[in-house]
């Protein structure tokens, strides 16, 4: 084997974050908050050259030059958590049953989901916050994989089944994902 790079990827630092590496985990500080997060691949290497990260590997496979990118990607959404951070707003749809959704530790109870009697819950995953409105849920964190989960698990604790979808819209659904100040929306 090649003791030069086959295949490498590199992000460029912001100057508001702090980087620490060791072996294959890399931790991010920023003015948000921390995030650490393990890249167990054995194929693919993780170095700090000056201001940039860089992801490498030896291996020209296609699968593992894939991961470098992926390792890449993961970096740059941390970067982005712990400088602006995520936020998911959901809205509470329902066309005669009121729908009422209030949050319990680290569960979301959803009540009156089409005039059912039994509650839902719905599994809040990490440090995320959460805000309840008349007929909207903000969920905010700096862990995109966190917020976006949290968002999924209340989106589909509303599944309707046994009736047609087409008809019967009443559920909690993803309408607009931000990361810091750019909006992105679903509708």
């Known amino acids: 084997m090649p003791s030069e790079a086959l295949y490498e990827k590199r992000i460029t630092i912001p100057d508001e974050c702090q980087v620490e590496l060791s072996d294959k985990t890399v931790k991010v500080t920023g003015p948000k908050g ?18 940039d990260i860089v992801a490498s590997t030896n291996i020209s496979r296609k699968r593992t030059r894939a ?7 993961h970096i740059k959404n941390m970067f982005i958590g712990v400088t602006h951070g995520y936020t998911y707003e959901l809205k509470i749809v329902y066309s005669h ?7 319990r530790g680290d569960e979301v109870i959803i009540k009156n989901f089409i005039g059912e009697r039994g509650i839902r819950k719905a599994r809040l995953i990490g440090d995320v916050d959460v805000k309840i409105s008349e007929d909207e849920i903000i969920i905010s964190g ?11 698990n209340i989106q589909l604790a509303c599944k309707i089944r046994d009736k047609d979808r087409r008809v019967f819209l009443d559920g909690i659904y993803v ?10 929306s679903i509708v």
């Open 34 to 51: 921390t995030l650490e997060r393990s890249f167990p691949e054995p194929y693919t290497k993780i170095r700090r050259e000056g201001n």
């Open 97 to 103: 049953f009121p729908i009422t959704a209030e949050v």
């Open 175 to 184: 309408i607009r994902k931000r990361k810091g100040e750019e909006v992105k």
């Open 67 to 73: 991961l470098v990118g992926t390792i890449i990607a």
């Open 142 to 152: 700096i862990n995109i994989e966190d917020v976006s989960q949290s968002a999924a």
